[in-house]
């Protein structure tokens, strides 16, 4: 299966996005392109700090390390 079927089957699902820079973001996946991630309800994270990013948030592909589905608690 290649990528970008893999990220269609996963549009509207949360996720958290780290980029190879070490930011971190959280949101909701809407849509995606060769180039970009697109997020809505995203928020930056920082440990345990969670701020509301205003607004969509574009992400190029380029710079994001991994995506990672958000687990439950332990």
Same mark, same amino acid.
């Given at each position: 299966?290649?990528?970008?079927? @893999?990220?269609?089957?996963? @549009?509207?699902?949360?996720?958290?996005?780290?980029?190879?820079?070490?930011?971190?973001?959280?949101?909701?996946?809407?849509?995606?392109?060769?180039?970009?991630?697109?997020?809505?309800?995203?928020?930056?994270?920082?440990?345990?700090?969670?701020?509301?990013?205003?607004?969509?948030?574009? @992400?190029?592909?380029?710079?994001?390390?991994? @995506?990672?589905?958000?687990?439950?608690?332990?």
């Amino acid at each position: 299966m290649n990528r970008d079927k @893999l990220v269609r089957q996963a @549009l509207r699902e949360r996720f958290v996005a780290t980029l190879k820079g070490g930011e971190t973001f959280d949101g909701l996946l809407v849509a995606a392109d060769e180039k970009t991630f697109r997020f809505v309800d995203a928020f930056a994270v920082d440990g345990k700090n969670r701020v509301r990013v205003d607004g969509e948030l574009f @992400l190029p592909r380029a710079e994001v390390a991994y @995506l990672q589905k958000p687990g439950g608690s332990a």
